[in-house]
């Protein structure tokens, strides 16, 4: 079997491997699944809830466990970890109750002598193949609604963040029985070989150019993508004084690699120098090693340097990298403030998914929401300003599926998140997720018929 090497993104050393799946090994695991299918569908919503809370249960007892594995492969600072992890336990239980609070849509008196019911039922075996940013939250944010509504599920971490899924597997299989939520490891081939298998339906989150080509595979069948961000930040001049500090964290959390996070910042009406201060002064306090931890991989630290090493900026401010040897080899990159940046700059149109903040001045509203809604990406959104009714009314303006007044990632099981144009199609979260997870079959019975 071929294997794939994992790597330190704090050193940048080899650190181990898993396994690379290759055809025989995605139909083996879609095998399993789709024999464990019917068993897990057999029970009844309080019986699946019951297995998915004692999940839950197991993930929070064993949390300093999941946080070291975690940590392993995003570099992540230790609270972060588990605090991530303690979300992901939640997840399983809000869709324990979720599913067992919903009541199905039911009518009478639709067709003269005919009842009418609608059955919901899941789709069957799900492939979710999740990204290395969040790995341990975004399987849950997939697995936990896919197994709620009655689907086993194939989980496809990211090659070089396998290490949680891989315990979430272990401990599903013992829990929820085996098969039902079953972990297949490997490189982006294997996530083709996943997607072109006999699977009932796909949730995938990561990039643009993967989503695209998951839809172009997947034909029918249901499919829900969670793509880039890329998202603007407006700013009006009475912004509330704790706007910088707030952005420079948002912006910093997970070294920037949230498909959520702020990217570009717009100031409106005035004020603009004094943002880019502010907000270069924020930063400054920032440093990786210290606050966050490094990018994830030579991708993305390529990546970093290539949009912000050649973004033409009138000023440039950059925070601090405290790692000292041998971490010192790693990924590390500074947060940054990149100021009066053209529309047509990469760093503008692209993705920096990094610690990164552009800041450009708009003369008015009007403007600021064309320069908002100009990229192809429409996942999320914040507004600043004390004026909450002129925020709301710029919230109603901007092409994005979650927007904040006056704070940036603020974000809970039961609000839905999902994107707009080039982020996708599709919901994550609160009890609407469960849509994408199972149809409906109307039944209609005559009762005049003897």
Not at 157 to 175: F, G, K, M, N, Q
Not at 372 to 392: C, K, M
Not at 434 to 448: D, H, S
Request: proline share 6%; charged share 25%.
């Amino acid at each position: 079997m071929s294997t794939l090497d994992l790597v330190d993104p704090r050193t940048g050393a080899v650190r181990g491997s898993c396994p690379d799946g290759d055809a025989r090994d995605v139909a083996a695991a879609v095998a399993e699944a789709r024999a464990a299918a019917g068993r897990w569908a057999a029970l009844t919503v309080r019986e699946r809830a019951d297995r998915l809370l004692r999940l839950a249960g197991r993930i929070e007892e064993q949390a300093p466990a999941y946080a070291r594995l975690e940590q392993a492969g995003t570099g992540k600072p230790g609270q972060q970890a588990l605090d991530e992890v303690g979300l992901a336990a939640d997840l399983f239980r809000f869709y324990a109750g979720a599913a067992r609070a919903e009541t199905g849509p039911a009518a009478g008196g639709l067709i003269g002598g005919h009842e009418s019911w609608v059955r919901w039922e899941p789709c069957g075996v799900v492939a979710a193949i999740v990204p290395w940013n969040y790995p341990i939250l975004m399987a849950a944010w997939r697995c936990a609604p896919a197994l709620a509504a009655g689907n086993t599920v194939v989980l496809k971490p990211a090659e070089s963040t396998p290490d949680s899924a891989r315990r979430l597997a272990e401990d599903a299989a013992e829990i929820l029985g085996p098969g039902v939520l079953r972990t297949l490891t490997g490189g982006r081939q294997c996530g083709r070989l996943l997607v072109d298998a006999e699977v009932d339906a796909i949730a995938f989150t990561g990039s643009v150019p993967g989503g695209l080509d998951v839809a172009r595979r997947a034909g029918v069948r249901r499919i829900s993508l969670e793509l880039g961000g890329n998202c603007p930040v407006i700013v009006f001049p009475d912004a509330p004084p704790g706007t910088w500090a707030a952005l420079a964290d948002a912006v910093t959390y997970n070294a920037g690699q949230s498909c959520a996070g702020p990217s570009r910042v717009i100031t409106v009406g005035g004020g603009h120098r004094e943002a880019v201060d502010r907000l270069a002064d924020a930063l400054a306090t920032r440093s990786a090693g210290r606050d966050f931890g490094p990018l994830n991989n030579p991708a993305q630290a390529e990546r970093y340097d290539r949009l912000v090493g050649k973004a033409e900026a009138g000023v440039r401010s950059a925070g601090a990298v405290t790692v000292e040897e041998p971490e010192a080899g790693g990924f590390w990159r500074p947060a940054c403030v990149l100021a009066d940046v053209p529309d047509d700059d990469p760093v503008i149109r692209e993705e920096v998914f990094a610690p990164v903040l552009t800041v450009q001045p708009a003369a008015d509203i009007g403007e600021a929401l064309r320069m908002a809604g100009s990229v192809p990406q429409a996942l999320a959104a914040s507004v600043w300003t004390r004026d909450i009714e002129s925020g709301l009314k710029t919230a109603r303006g901007l092409r994005a599926g979650e927007v904040w007044v006056n704070c940036h990632l603020v974000q809970t099981a039961e609000l839905p998140h999902g994107g707009r144009a080039d982020s996708g199609t599709g919901t994550d979260l609160s009890a609407l997720a469960l849509a994408e997870y199972r149809r409906p079959k109307t039944i209609t019975v005559n009762l005049e018929a003897r």
